[in-house]
Nanobody, 122 residues
Framework: QAQLVESGGGSVHTGESLRLSCAAS????????MAWFRQAPGKEREFVAG????????YYEDSVKGRFTISRDNAKNMVYLQMNDLKPEDTAVYYC???????????????WGRGTQVTVSS
């Protein structure tokens, strides 16, 4: 039985930073592709960043490249998303996900967290 729990969301101003955390239980993330998705009101769930189990190769949605960094600590079974230079368009609920491969399609992931709200004001 797998469980993912996100934390670290909050309300910030444009240009500020947040670090999201994802705590995994019931699975070992060293065997999983891990990803962060986000969903804004009225929008579909969108791929943000992913990290492969093999070599921890990373992938990013174009709008967050150079600002966001996904990382993992396999020993702690934790995944992180460092978000710098936040913009109002980053406002969304952010979700942690685990699956077989890193892909920008939400339905391909097997396990999801409950989400954490990030709000960025100008």
């Amino acid at each position: 039985q797998a469980q993912l729990v996100e934390s670290g969301g909050g309300s910030v101003h444009t240009g500020e930073s947040l670090r999201l955390s994802c705590a995994a239980s019931g699975l070992s993330i060293n065997t999983q592709a891990m990803a962060w998705f986000r969903q804004a009101p009225g929008k579909e769930r969108e791929f943000v960043a992913g990290s492969t189990a093999r070599n921890s190769n990373t992938y990013y949605e174009d709008s967050v490249k150079g600002r966001f960094t996904i990382s993992r600590d396999n020993a702690k079974n934790m995944v992180y998303l460092q978000m710098n230079d936040l913009k109002p368009e980053d406002t969304a609920v952010y979700y942690c996900a685990a699956g077989r491969v890193v892909i920008n399609v939400a339905k391909e992931y097997d396990n999801w967290g409950r989400g954490t709200q990030v709000t960025v004001s100008s």
